[in-house]
């Protein structure tokens, strides 16, 4: 019987940029290279995707791309220093992406904002560190009262669990993206906050004209890596797999998006429908988060991985 080999995919920050560094993770047994395209220009990454494939012929050892898009990404907008939130005040959100006054009007990223959120739906901001309630909606003003408080800083994530959007899922830097990625050979795309299949298909048509465009012919087609992050998704789960070519089970913005109790459950389900259909299956965020500061992981992650993999 054939063994199974699980892969370990690195995202490739940084600090991880130069041949030193990507060939000690080729040693230690990196398979699949992830590119974050929320940071960074296209030229930036073309250099990085050429220092890979050197170290990839240097070492004897193929080494997969993964372009991670950005996906429809809510953030708040500029706001100087910061805003001290504090619990039980109020605070305003405009739909417009500047303020002439950030403090009285905190400005986001997303036009429709006044339009998709209803007075009693909760906003997360900070990656669910700070909690807001949604009390009225004038105009394109957004009216919230501060549930959990603290320092909001500009760009900051903004997350709508209880809310279903207009925004696109795939917008235009995503489509640059796309086609910068296809012109370099990669060889997965990460679908980021995809809600539902058609999302998917709408992604494989881009590839595929992409590629088309610039007379690309590839042995093996590009393939696309779903990321599970939205109540949505979790809704739609089968027929976002059978549409997708694997599937990420992104713990972070789930865990903002839904009760951080259920991430394990849904983490199995997602697992076990994937191993059903012969579908490959990442599991992602925080995998031995506490070696960023520490030599060793701790017996809970070490835990934590197995049952991932096992």
């Not at 235009?172 to 299949?197: I, Y």
């Amino acid at each position: 019987m054939a063994q199974k080999r699980t892969k370990i995919v690195c995202t490739i920050g940084p600090s991880s940029h130069t041949a030193e560094m990507l060939t000690k993770l080729v040693t230690e047994g990196m398979d699949v290279c992830r590119l974050n395209f929320s940071h960074g220009t296209h030229e930036d990454h073309a250099k990085l995707i050429g220092l890979i494939r050197e170290v990839s012929k240097a070492t004897g050892k193929p080494l997969a791309l993964l372009a991670d898009l950005q996906g429809p990404k809510i953030r708040v907008g500029k706001i100087g220093d910061g805003i001290e939130l504090v619990a039980g005040n109020e605070v305003i959100f405009t739909s417009e992406a500047t303020s002439v006054d950030a403090t009285k009007l905190i400005p986001v990223t997303y036009p429709n904002l006044h339009e998709d959120v209803k007075p009693g739906q909760r906003l997360l901001l900070d990656d669910g560190l700070l909690e807001v309630q949604v009390t009225k909606v004038e105009g394109i003003h957004v009216h919230c009262t501060v549930i959990v408080g603290g320092l909001l800083k500009s760009s900051k994530g903004l997350n709508l669990p209880e809310t279903e959007t207009k925004i696109s899922a795939i917008p235009d830097k995503d489509r640059e993206d796309v086609e910068f990625g296809v012109q370099q050979n990669v060889d997965f795309f990460a679908l980021s906050f995809v809600r539902k299949a058609e999302d998917v298909r709408e992604l494989r048509t881009l590839i595929e004209a992409a590629e088309k465009k610039h007379n690309i012919i590839n042995d093996v087609p590009t393939k696309i890596i779903v990321k599970i992050e939205k109540p949505e998704a979790v809704r739609a789960m089968d027929e976002i797999i059978e549409a997708a070519d694997g599937v990420m089970v992104a713990r972070g913005d789930l865990g903002i998006e839904m009760p951080a109790e259920k991430v394990p459950f849904i983490q199995k389900q997602l697992i076990e429908r994937c191993l059903e259909v012969g579908k490959p299956v990442i599991v992602a965020t925080q995998m031995l988060a506490s070696m960023i500061r520490n030599p060793r992981a701790t017996r809970a992650e070490g835990s934590e991985t197995a049952n991932a993999v096992g």
